[in-house]
Every structure is written in C-alpha cells, then in structure tokens.
T-cell receptor, first 112, second 115 residues
C-alpha cells in the first residue's frame, strides 16, 4: 500500500473532449508529480507540483495542466484529447525533496 | 532524446537463477539511480536505489552495480523466484527540491521466472 490513491481507475473519452484525473496523496507529501505510461513503455514525466505550484515540466504541451490542493490532493487536466493520449496516467508523491517516491496504481485512459 | 537505455527488453530465467538487467545513461548530472518493479494493473514500486558515490548496493536478493565512468548500472536478482515475474524499470534523476521527482525511466524489462 503506497498511500497514493487515483481515480477513476479506467476512463473512456472521445477525441476532442476534456478529462480530469484525480490523485490523493499521503499527509505531509508536499510534492506530487504526474507521469504518462504508454503501453509497453516506461513512464514519461509530465510535470511536478511543489507546495501548490508547478515547478517542473516534461515535454508535454500546455493542454496538459494540473492543480495541487492544500489537502494533499491533486488533479491532472487534459484538454482537446488526442488518440495518442491513450495511456496509463500515474501520480506519484513524496515528502520533501529527498523522500521516497510513491506511485499510485494509475488511471487507464482510452481516447476513441 | 532517450537518456536512459535499458536491456534486455525481455528476460526468461529458471527459478533459482540470476536475473541481470542493464541500463546506460547519458546525462552526467544524474545523481540518483532507482530501480522500480511493476506488476500488471499496479504502479511502479521502488525496489532499490543507488547514488554514484558507491559502486554497489545490496538489499536482500537485489543488488545494484554502478559504473560511473561507463555511465552504466545494472540490477542483479539472485535466487530468482516466480513471484519476481514483473516488469522492471531503471530510472535516473537529480536529487533536489525541484528535480527529485523528475525521473527519466528506461523502456522496461519484462522478467519471467519459470518454476
């Protein structure tokens, strides 16, 4: 048990729609990051939030955005969904810059 | 640009054997090298990690070997068990407040341990 909970577990959307994925971290985990894992690939870093502000982004367009809330929950929003956005989206959190990184089980997003 | 290359893509070993997975990195600024284990339907779970100031780290049946000059590191699983069958990912990052969660992952190795 990692203490990182993601919802929903599965989601089906249509191209062009918008989606919001949610993550709940352990108390005290003030750093949260999101990853995209395509089938058969390693996770790819999307962005990181630290104390409710984005402070690092991978090679993802602005239509990927996020929010982090004071209650250790966070969101990943994706606008104008594309077929290539179909993937497992993972949330990970840690306590401080040197803490162990805990991953949730992910949300499987399918874009049709 | 892929900064962490992992091999082999898949590996089959017999129960009790040694599983070896290799990774190579490009960015010399990386200073944290973890290995993750992922089962189907689950997120990656940290197995073991190493900093570049040591050449080897052992935790139970899992050992990381690190070669800074060659920019390579490997995972050895001793006495492999069927329960070890999973996908293994190497990763690299720079420790720190803003970069510590920014892991660069390898492509993964599907390990199958036959009974």
């Amino acid at each position: 048990e990692t203490g990182v909970t993601q919802s929903p577990t599965h989601l089906i959307k249509t191209r062009g729609q918008q989606v919001t994925l949610r993550c709940s971290s352990q108390s005290g985990h003030n750093t949260v990051s999101w990853y995209q894992q395509a089938l058969g690939q390693g996770p790819q870093f999307i962005f990181q939030y630290y104390r409710e502000e984005e402070n690092g982004r991978g090679n993802f367009p602005p239509r990927f955005s996020g929010l982090q809330f004071p209650n250790y929950s966070s969101e990943l929003n994706v606008n104008a969904l594309e077929l290539d956005d179909s993937a497992l989206y993972l949330c990970a959190s840690r306590q401080g810059p040197f803490g162990k990184l805990f991953f949730g089980s992910g949300t499987q997003l399918s874009v049709l | 640009q892929q900064q962490v290359k992992q091999s082999p893509q898949s590996l089959i070993v017999q129960k009790g054997g040694i599983s070896i997975i290799n990774c190579a990195y490009e960015n010399t600024a990386f200073d944290y090298f973890p290995w993750y284990q992922q089962f189907p339907g689950k997120g990656p779970a940290l197995l073991i990690a190493i900093r570049p100031d040591v050449s080897e780290k052992k935790e139970g049946r899992f050992t990381i070997s690190f070669n800074k000059s060659a920019k390579q590191f490997s995972l050895h699983i001793m006495d492999s068990q069927p329960g070890d069958s999973a996908t293994y990912f190497c990763a690299a990052s720079m420790l720190g407040e803003t970069s510590g969660s920014r892991l660069t992952f390898g492509e993964g190795t599907q390990l199958t341990v036959n009974p």
